[in-house]
Each structure stands twice: as C-alpha cells, then as structure tokens.
C-alpha cells in the first residue's frame, strides 16, 4: 500500500524487515509448539524490489535446529497481479529460540528435510552456524 513504500514506489526494506521477522516467529513456533524470541537476523539479501499495488507471499520454514534454537529461512515473493508476473525479491535466515513462560530455553524437535530445497539448507546450515558463532565470539572479545 502507498503508505508503506517509499519516494520511488517500493516497499520500505524495514516494512519486509518486520514481516520477515514475523512469518519466521510463526513457523518456529509452529516447530517448537512454544512461544519464541527472535535471538537474531543473521542474513536479509534484498533481490529485486516490490511496488504499489504488488502482492506479497512469504513462505518460512526451519531449516535446522540446536538444542532450543532453530534457524529459519524466509522467501519473499511480490506479484504484480494486473500483469500476473512474479518474482523473488527477499531471502533470509533467521535464528529464533523457543521459549517457556519464564523466557528460559526449552528444547525443540529437529528438522528432518524433505524437499530438495529444505535438504541443501538443511546441509549448509552447519556453515552458516559456525559463522554465526564466529561473529558472536568476536563480539565477546571486544567487550
């Protein structure tokens, strides 16, 4: 809607941010069958811009899971529905963690990946992690 998008007709990245964050607390939540924080973005690739009057369809699903963390993967699809035409405009990981009542950790199922797409994220998933560590553990060096 025009409210939601800038000078040169496009949707605000933030707007996609929020709706991102969003579509990946739904689909962990769904996973862990508990309430979920968001522990961070870890990756947002803006691909191709949405404008006014576009439809937009995000798809989210874990793609791998740590004791009580998951990493989510979320696609974001705009589609001009006056021209029928579609195209991906956002990809992102995610990192959520479930939680209880209390907001401690609690443990979540794992992932067993069945489509092509959910097997290569499943497999790569161990890389992204270590980066993930990688950027946490230097954050601590420098406090």
């Known amino acids: 809607m025009p409210p939601d998008t800038n000078h ?11 709706y991102i964050d ?4 739904l689909a962990a939540m769904k996973h862990a069958n508990s309430a979920v ?35 989510v993967f979320v696609k974001v699809s705009a589609h001009d529905l006056i021209k029928n035409e579609k195209k991906l ?8 963690v479930a939680v209880n009542e ?17 097997k290569i994220l499943y497999s790569t998933a161990p890389a992204r992690k270590k980066n993930r560590m990688r950027r946490s553990a230097f954050r601590q060096d420098q406090l």
Do not use: C, Q, R, W
């Open 8 to 18: 040169l007709n496009t949707i605000f990245g933030g707007k996609v941010l929020a």
């Open 22 to 25: 969003e579509i990946a607390a």
């Open 37 to 71: 924080v968001t522990a961070s973005i870890d990756s947002v690739d803006f691909l191709s811009s949405a404008k006014v009057g576009d439809s937009l369809t995000l798809e989210a699903f874990v793609t791998y899971t740590g004791k009580s963390s998951m990493e």
């Open 89 to 96: 405009t956002t990809e992102s990981f995610l990192t959520m």
């Open 102 to 118: 209390d907001g401690k950790p609690v443990p979540v199922p794992g992932v067993f990946p069945e489509s092509d797409e959910e």
